[in-house]
């Protein structure tokens, strides 16, 4: 990254410290930001003939000139009104509202967006800029907005590995700030510079939900700045539960939300009459929804928590369902540490619709794997001997790379996917220290109450 880029960086995270010593979060200083940056950028593009969707009132123009009250006045009544306009604008400003309560402060934030020509930046290096933003933001252990950001060296192998193609349509029904979305269209782009390819990757191919719209409003500028949805947000602000698909995709990549549905949605068992198996695991229904999201010939790459693998009732009821009209051909087991939750223990799940599972091939990136965000972050380099078994044409079993024979696994008690057979060595060799331990203490006992014994009379002699 240049220097001026950096410098660019370096500005936003020291206004971030100085609105959280005034009790600005995180996050709602990155939301801030993002209105205000989407205003200047359109102002910018309109200096350079393009015209604006923005209402006259609302523009960078009319907010730039004002200072104190006058500026809170006029910002919130143009977040007011851009939040009911259509297309790209609607969404970005979806439920929009001030979260800088002190003038002097939004006047920074504006002063520090006026300042730079963002137009003028490369699509990539604006996309950069605002993907390190969130990350940070994901690291906000009080915001916990962690929640919506899977580390993007994952999302790369996943991506790597399901190879969407440029005339694909690829869904993330669960979409955060749309890192996979991006991920894939990084990669399909590359495919080829033909015109309309281009264009239908830019308007159609990419499809996400969420149902937060801070969220929503984030990964549409995140898609925004990339080149992609510049008419319309590929992002919809929705519960994608709540409904059968109307629309059915060639690729599907998702970390759906780990834990329970949040209260006031509804139950998904009284809405999706179309769902294999009732439950109130919002994983379990994520996964159903996903399956019948694809097409036929369509494939999946899934984060999900280990409890998907194993639990019985409705998870047994899905995984029989996956293995008997699914292809589930590949699990990768991942390590703790990876996520900005803690202690999370998740796989992805590969697989593709059309035709019953075989095979199933078990990548095993957790046993004696350890990652922490601190320390050892994990890198796409991580990940390059599983891509590689992943990959190969003739697949051949490797120590952390073992084949299980679909028939087997329908055996198992629940149709148990939680496949083990590397041991933690850590674990083996504290319970052989304690068996050593207590064989010792065994060993020893009669000569340590004979020494006592003998060291009583003596000491007794002794005060004689």
């Given at each position: 990254?240049e220097h001026?880029?950096?410098?660019?960086?370096?500005?936003?995270?020291?206004?971030?410290?100085?609105?959280?010593?005034?009790?600005?979060?995180f996050?709602?200083?990155?939301?801030?930001?993002t209105?205000v940056?989407?205003?200047?950028?359109?102002?910018?593009a309109e200096?350079?003939?393009i015209e604006?969707?923005?209402?006259?009132d609302c523009?960078?123009a009319?907010?730039?000139?004002?200072d104190?009250?006058?500026?809170?006045?006029?910002?919130?009544?143009?977040?007011k009104?851009?939040?009911e306009?259509?297309?790209l604008?609607?969404?970005?400003?979806?439920?929009?509202?001030?979260?800088i309560?002190q003038?002097?402060?939004?006047?920074k934030?504006?002063?520090?967006?006026?300042?730079?020509d963002?137009f003028?930046?490369?699509?990539?290096?604006?996309?950069?800029?605002?993907?390190g933003?969130?990350?940070?933001?994901?690291q906000?252990?009080?915001?916990?907005?962690?929640?919506?950001?899977?580390?993007?060296a994952?999302?790369?192998a996943m991506?790597?590995?399901?190879d969407p193609k440029?005339?694909?349509?690829?869904?993330?029904?669960?979409?955060?700030?749309?890192?996979?979305?991006?991920a894939?269209?990084?990669h399909m782009?590359r495919?080829s510079?033909?015109?309309?390819?281009?264009m239908?990757?830019?308007?159609?191919?990419?499809t996400?939900y969420?149902?937060?719209?801070?969220?929503?409003?984030?990964?549409?500028?995140?898609?925004?700045?990339?080149g992609?949805?510049?008419?319309?947000?590929?992002?919809?602000?929705?519960?994608?539960?709540e409904?059968?698909?109307?629309?059915?995709?060639?690729v599907?990549l998702?970390?759906?939300?780990?834990?329970?549905r949040p209260?006031?949605?509804?139950?998904i068992?009284?809405?999706?009459?179309?769902?294999?198996?009732?439950t109130?695991?919002?994983?379990?229904?994520?996964?159903?929804?996903?399956?019948?999201?694809?097409?036929?010939?369509?494939?999946?790459?899934?984060?999900?928590p280990?409890?998907?693998?194993?639990?019985?009732?409705a998870?047994e009821?899905v995984?029989?369902?996956?293995l008997?009209?699914?292809?589930?051909h590949?699990?990768?087991?991942?390590p703790?540490?990876?996520?900005y939750?803690?202690?999370?223990?998740?796989?992805?799940?590969f697989?593709?619709r059309?035709?019953?599972?075989?095979?199933?091939?078990?990548?095993?990136?957790?046993?004696?794997?350890?990652?922490?965000?601190?320390?050892?972050?994990?890198?796409?380099?991580h990940?390059?001997?599983?891509?590689?078994c992943y990959t190969?044409?003739?697949?051949?079993?490797t120590?952390?790379?073992?084949?299980?024979?679909?028939?087997?696994?329908?055996?198992?008690?629940?149709t148990?996917l939680?496949?083990k057979?590397l041991k933690?060595?850590?674990?083996?060799?504290a319970d052989?220290?304690?068996?050593?331990?207590?064989?010792?203490?065994?060993k020893?006992?009669?000569?340590?109450?004979?020494?006592?014994?003998?060291?009583a009379a003596?000491?007794?002699?002794?005060e004689?």
């Amino acid at each position: 990254m240049e220097h001026n880029e950096q410098s660019l960086v370096q500005k936003v995270w020291q206004l971030a410290d100085v609105l959280a010593a005034a009790g600005v979060a995180f996050t709602d200083y990155i939301v801030q930001l993002t209105y205000v940056l989407f205003l200047k950028m359109d102002s910018e593009a309109e200096a350079l003939g393009i015209e604006s969707n923005i209402p006259k009132d609302c523009r960078w123009a009319n907010l730039v000139d004002k200072d104190g009250f006058d500026l809170l006045e006029r910002y919130e009544k143009s977040l007011k009104k851009l939040a009911e306009q259509p297309g790209l604008i609607g969404t970005i400003f979806s439920k929009a509202q001030n979260k800088i309560s002190q003038p002097a402060h939004l006047a920074k934030v504006v002063a520090m967006v006026d300042a730079q020509d963002w137009f003028s930046l490369k699509v990539d290096t604006k996309g950069a800029i605002y993907e390190g933003i969130l990350e940070k933001n994901g690291q906000d252990k009080k915001s916990g907005a962690g929640q919506y950001f899977t580390p993007r060296a994952l999302i790369k192998a996943m991506v790597d590995v399901t190879d969407p193609k440029i005339t694909e349509t690829v869904c993330d029904p669960a979409c955060g700030t749309g890192g996979f979305l991006l991920a894939a269209f990084d990669h399909m782009k590359r495919e080829s510079q033909d015109r309309k390819k281009q264009m239908f990757l830019k308007t159609e191919a990419l499809t996400g939900y969420d149902i937060t719209p801070l969220v929503v409003t984030l990964a549409s500028m995140n898609l925004y700045l990339h080149g992609v949805g510049i008419d319309s947000s590929p992002v919809k602000c929705e519960d994608s539960l709540e409904k059968e698909p109307t629309r059915l995709y060639d690729v599907i990549l998702a970390n759906p939300p780990f834990g329970t549905r949040p209260a006031g949605l509804g139950e998904i068992s009284s809405m999706r009459q179309d769902f294999f198996a009732k439950t109130s695991n919002n994983q379990l229904n994520f996964l159903q929804h996903i399956m019948l999201l694809m097409k036929v010939g369509g494939r999946a790459a899934v984060v999900l928590p280990d409890n998907v693998l194993f639990e019985g009732g409705a998870g047994e009821i899905v995984r029989k369902k996956l293995l008997a009209d699914y292809n589930l051909h590949t699990i990768l087991r991942l390590p703790t540490g990876i996520f900005y939750a803690q202690g999370v223990r998740a796989n992805v799940l590969f697989f593709s619709r059309g035709g019953k599972t075989d095979e199933t091939w078990v990548y095993d990136y957790r046993t004696l794997v350890k990652h922490t965000l601190a320390n050892n972050k994990l890198e796409r380099r991580h990940l390059d001997d599983f891509v590689k078994c992943y990959t190969q044409k003739k697949r051949t079993e490797t120590e952390r790379w073992h084949r299980f024979v679909a028939s087997d696994l329908l055996k198992r008690d629940k149709t148990n996917l939680d496949l083990k057979w590397l041991k933690e060595q850590s674990d083996d060799d504290a319970d052989v220290s304690l068996k050593e331990l207590l064989a010792d203490m065994e060993k020893y006992r009669d000569a340590i109450d004979k020494a006592v014994t003998q060291l009583a009379a003596l000491a007794k002699g002794i005060e004689e």
